[in-house]
């Protein structure tokens, strides 16, 4: 590599790390005359990257985004970072999986040989997501929560027919492999999160509208919220205590954030919670040990419920 070439790469690198360079800081970075930085840059220019010299006292140049996506250049840990990211692509219902794969190969192409045994030591599988979004459609919906205009759309209802909505897009949230779109419903007067991969978008959008305050100001405390059946904070409308008769090692992998609290002679304490009273009871149920129910009653009373459930399935069959 000519000294010309590797110091253009080195000064491509510095002005992707931040946004304004004084001239004589990467003239004595690169150990060159502020003439020769002027040429490097010309060269950089001329490869398609937008330099813009800066007006001042010290002069210098900032890397801005161009009409067109040129070579880029990244560190050892960049590189990792963005192969792994694009294995992981499938999972995520962008339904860019294919392109995703294009990226893969084409990056890992031009790796040292020593990134890409970095990378094939950490065999990635990523699991295709429940249902892929086509990537139009994100962009559509980005680009009205961006622009805050209300977005007028067509979405399934539980009868099978389509139904005309309009919303003001608030944010669109990745969760579980799904996309969201989280927004205030114009004909239902209140907030509503509705899958993205359903929403059919109509042209044109709607008019501009002034964003609104999201009940628990947080997107994410919202959706998460939301995803529990809580119409306030983000806890489970329905929390219990038990005591089961079982270790608490061998219920911690399975009881995602609930406490537990191991009480010695193969007893412990949980603390968990649910979207109903039966639907807890349930869960609890699924541990193959005894249950001592601390509270409150509800809990009681849904055990009560599915024993007279389960009886029944036992009679019946």
């Given amino acids: 590599m000519s000294t010309a070439t590797s110091r253009s790469l080195l000064l491509l690198s510095m002005l992707q790390t931040r946004r304004d360079w004084p001239g004589q800081v990467l003239a004595e970075r690169l150990e060159v005359s502020s003439r020769t930085v002027r040429r490097d840059v010309d060269r950089l ?3 398609g990257y937008r330099i813009v010299a800066l007006k001042g006292p010290d002069g210098g140049y900032r890397l801005e985004a161009g009409s067109e996506l040129p070579p880029m250049l990244f560190d050892d840990e960049q590189a990792v970072a963005i192969a792994m990211a694009l294995q992981t692509v499938a999972a995520s219902g962008a339904g860019v999986a294919d392109a995703a794969e294009r990226a893969l190969s084409t990056v890992r192409q031009v790796m040292p040989s020593r990134l890409r045994h970095r990378l094939d030591s950490l065999p990635i599988i990523a699991l295709r997501a429940p249902a892929d979004v086509d990537p139009a459609v994100l962009v559509s919906l980005s680009t009205a929560v961006a622009a805050q205009d209300v977005l007028r759309f067509e979405y399934p209802t539980r009868a099978g027919y389509f139904e005309r909505r309009r919303l003001e897009p608030h944010h669109l949230v ?8 989280v927004g205030w419903d114009l004909d239902k007067d209140d907030w509503r999160i509705f899958r993205a991969d359903r929403v059919h978008p109509r042209v044109p959008t709607g008019p501009g509208f002034t964003r609104r ?3 628990a100001g947080d997107v994410r405390a919202y959706v998460a919220a939301r995803f529990k059946g809580s119409p306030g904070p983000d806890q489970w409308p329905c929390t219990g205590e038990v005591i089961l008769g079982i270790p608490a090692t061998e219920i ?9 609290e191991d009480l010695g002679g193969g007893r412990c304490r949980l603390v968990a919670g649910a ?3 039966e639907s807890l009871a349930a869960a609890i149920g699924r541990f193959d040990a005894d249950i001592d129910v601390v509270g409150p009653p509800e809990l009681t009373a849904a055990f009560a419920t599915l024993a007279r459930r389960y009886a029944h399935a036992a009679e019946s069959g």
């Fill in 275 to 277: 979207w109903s009273w």
């Fill in 252 to 260: 911690v992998p399975y009881v995602d954030t609930d406490t537990v």
């Fill in 213 to 215: 305050e999201l009940p």
């Fill in 174 to 181: 990745a969760a579980a492999g799904r996309w969201y779109l």
């Fill in 45 to 47: 220019r001329a490869m």
